[in-house]
């Protein structure tokens, strides 16, 4: 496996204090790491520079929560985005669905459970898996150096890294059932924990994206791949 670089991440947080409290832990831990506090500093500071992910405050103005979102996924649609929730927020599965993150986590964060989460979710970018992988998904091309789906027409199915690396875990199973914590072992690549909460989500977005019959619900086990898969 790579060793990790330096990444450069965007933390958006109304509450300036606290945003400058992540932004100082995660320096320490080997981020390259800017801190803002409004919607408008956290455009700019996208438009301006390459950043490897972003942390970010739903509450940061007035927008959307899904305009917002999907405002900031148009500097990159593979940039991981980590969301920061109230507590029934995140107990909410349709209002995290429509969101579109990477991931979901408590406003007031624990620094280091933060740092162990941007980890997990940057080491999927970092593995050491064929670039080029490519797997016949049934009617779909799944497309590991893109992290994309390619439909029979050629034409791009869009998906997050989140999203893209828990429909590959499946497809790479060999038709295995994968329990939730199966699928945030196979996602994270190392100790670091992807919510459980996240996987069901997750599960919910690539259904509506690829299709509800795409994965399979094993009651009371986890998910498995729903369609026929064969490497190309």
């Not at 890294?161 to 497809?171: D, K």
Request: net charge neutral.
């Amino acid at each position: 496996m790579m060793a990790m670089q330096n990444h450069k991440i965007l933390i958006a947080k109304r509450d300036i204090g606290r945003g400058q409290a992540l932004a100082d832990h995660l320096n320490k831990s080997g981020f390259e790491v800017a801190s803002v506090s409004s919607a408008a500093e956290m455009y700019e500071s996208a438009k301006l520079h390459p950043f490897d992910g972003f942390v970010v405050d739903i509450a940061l103005n007035n927008e959307a929560p899904v305009a917002f979102i999907n405002k900031l996924r148009a500097y990159g649609q593979s940039i991981p985005i980590i969301v920061m929730l109230e507590p029934e927020e995140i107990a909410d599965t349709k209002f995290c669905l429509n969101l579109d993150a990477d991931d979901y986590i408590v406003k007031i964060v624990n620094p280091y459970e933060l740092d162990m989460r941007l980890k997990s979710i940057l080491r999927r970018l970092q593995d050491d898996r064929p670039s080029m992988a490519k797997l016949q998904f049934g009617h779909l091309v799944l497309d590991y150096a893109r992290r994309a789906a390619v439909d029979a027409e050629e034409q791009l199915i869009e998906l997050t890294l989140a999203e893209f690396s828990v429909i590959w875990a499946l497809a790479s199973s060999d038709g295995k059932v994968l329990s939730r914590n199966d699928l945030i072992r196979e996602m994270s690549f190392d100790s670091a924990p992807v919510s459980i909460r996240a996987v069901d989500i997750l599960i919910s977005r690539v259904r509506k994206k690829l299709g509800k019959e795409a994965v399979q619900t094993v009651s009371k086990v986890g998910y498995r791949c729903g369609w026929p898969v064969s490497p190309l």
